[in-house]
């Protein structure tokens, strides 16, 4: 039982490349979410699941985009990285109201 | 609109001092209400949380938190801290999905 997986754990991208951070979860949850970690910002939600096939936005949504095509994965989507994305991500599942975090990744964007 | 505040920023304490880490929340209806700690490096584990019932709650590592409805507030504690309890401390609120606010955080320093 892995729990919460993130891949990578480390990243650097260059201004304007893609790159999709994975997410899985063994655990069943149907609640799965995404936030970004910066330096005195706390934790902010970037976008949120409730289900396969449904997603919304969350505090800071722009530039990220997500999909839910099963319970188990929840990926998300930087279509062109801008340095004000270099952050440390976060993917999380909920059963009920208790979260459960993955190690994050730490993205880089030069 | 919904907030988590944190009062303080930074806070250094020696090994043995008490600590009280301060949180004031503002949330629509029902509210549920965490303490997160990320050791250095690490992702956050949940200390302890408050869903309903007995206000003051007990969570792990001998930290505890009140909930004070009247004040909006959900205070941490531990009675006597320790240089592994350095950290950060995140408060959090959520209403029944899921959705997590959190505060900005508190750093946590105990000297040995």
């Known amino acids: 039982n892995a729990g919460v997986t993130q891949t990578p754990k480390f990243q650097v991208l260059k201004t304007g490349q893609s790159m999709t951070l994975q997410c899985a979860q063994d655990m069943n949850h149907e609640y799965m979410s995404w936030y970004r970690q910066d330096p005195g910002m706390g934790l902010r939600l970037i976008h949120y699941?409730?289900?396969?096939?449904?997603?919304d936005q969350g505090e800071v949504p722009n530039g990220y985009n997500v999909s839910r095509s099963t319970t188990e994965d929840f990926p998300l989507r930087l279509l062109s990285a801008a340095p004000s994305q270099t952050s440390v991500y976060f993917c999380?599942?909920?059963?009920?109201?208790?979260?459960?975090f993955g190690q994050g990744t730490r993205l880089t964007v030069v | 609109a919904q907030s988590v505040s944190q009062h303080n920023h930074h806070v250094i304490l020696s090994e043995a001092a008490s600590l009280e880490l301060g949180c004031n929340y503002s949330?629509?209806?029902?509210?549920?209400l965490f303490w997160y700690v990320q050791y250095p490096g690490q992702h956050l584990q949940l200390l302890l949380k408050?869903?309903?019932?007995?206000?003051l709650v007990k969570g792990i590592k001998g930290f505890e938190a009140e909930f004070i409805k009247s004040k909006f507030s959900f205070n941490l504690r531990k009675p006597s801290v320790q240089w592994s309890d350095t950290a950060e401390y995140f408060c959090a609120a959520g209403g029944s999905q899921g959705n997590l606010i959190f505060g900005k955080g508190t750093k946590l320093s105990v000297k040995p």
């Open positions: 949330y629509g209806g029902t509210v549920n």
């Open positions: 999380a599942t909920a059963r009920g109201t208790e979260a459960f």
């Open positions: 408050y869903f309903s019932g007995d206000p």
């Open positions: 699941s409730v289900g396969a096939g449904i997603t």
